[in-house]
């Protein structure tokens, strides 16, 4: 038998079906057990705002925080909005049904709020993520967990010498 018969013969199927058999990078929906912010860690957070027209005026109210996530190869904004959601959704059911934090990591754990809605927009270099709330006091609960993600995730710098 010469090489090239036991090359198509014999490694070239082999090497297919162990290709085949390896887990791939991404799985066809966000996996949960991942934290999405320590995948993807926000580098910067700022309150999200909305404008209500009442009956004197328009006003400005905080309605949740914009969580800035730099651009990565292969990261889209839907992916990233279904991983965001599923997470949010997912760790308010295990808070929920343990009445404990999922972990030690601020990242991992919900901010324990429900009914929030999720954007993504496309910002150049990034991605904004919003996490609108229904009320106030809700979203000043969401803007104190996205700063606390957000500074778990800054560099420690060095003391200036």
Same mark, same amino acid.
């Given at each position: 038998?010469?090489?090239?018969?036991? @090359?198509?013969?014999?490694?070239? %199927?082999? *090497? *297919?079906?162990?290709?085949?058999? &390896?887990?791939?990078? /991404?799985?066809?929906? $966000?996996?949960?057990?991942?934290?999405?912010?320590?995948?993807?860690?926000?580098?910067? =957070? @700022?309150?999200?705002?909305?404008? #209500?027209?009442?009956?004197?005026?328009?006003?400005?109210? =905080?309605? +949740?925080?914009?969580?800035? =996530? %730099?651009?990565? #190869? !292969? *990261?889209?904004? #839907?992916?990233? #909005?279904?991983? @965001?959601?599923? &997470?949010?959704?997912?760790?308010?059911?295990?808070?929920?049904?343990?009445?404990?934090? &999922? +972990?030690?990591?601020?990242?991992?754990?919900? $901010?324990? @709020?429900?009914?929030?809605?999720?954007?993504?927009?496309?910002?150049?270099?990034?991605?904004?993520?919003?996490?609108?709330?229904?009320?106030?006091?809700?979203?000043?609960?969401? *803007?104190?967990?996205?700063? !606390?993600?957000?500074?778990? /995730?800054?560099? =420690?710098?060095?003391?200036?010498?």
């Amino acid at each position: 038998m010469s090489i090239k018969t036991f @090359v198509t013969r014999a490694l070239v %199927p082999a *090497l *297919l079906i162990g290709a085949a058999s &390896a887990p791939s990078a /991404h799985a066809a929906s $966000p996996n949960a057990r991942d934290c999405v912010f320590d995948r993807y860690a926000p580098i910067s =957070v @700022v309150p999200y705002s909305a404008d #209500e027209n009442l009956s004197y005026g328009s006003y400005s109210f =905080v309605r +949740g925080a914009q969580l800035f =996530v %730099p651009a990565r #190869e !292969g *990261l889209t904004k #839907e992916w990233l #909005e279904a991983s @965001v959601q599923q &997470a949010l959704a997912q760790a308010n059911q295990a808070n929920a049904a343990t009445k404990t934090p &999922a +972990g030690s990591d601020l990242a991992c754990q919900s $901010p324990q @709020v429900k009914n929030v809605q999720v954007t993504v927009t496309s910002a150049g270099n990034g991605f904004w993520v919003a996490l609108i709330a229904r009320d106030e006091r809700t979203a000043d609960t969401l *803007l104190k967990w996205a700063r !606390g993600v957000v500074a778990q /995730h800054k560099p =420690v710098t060095q003391a200036a010498r």
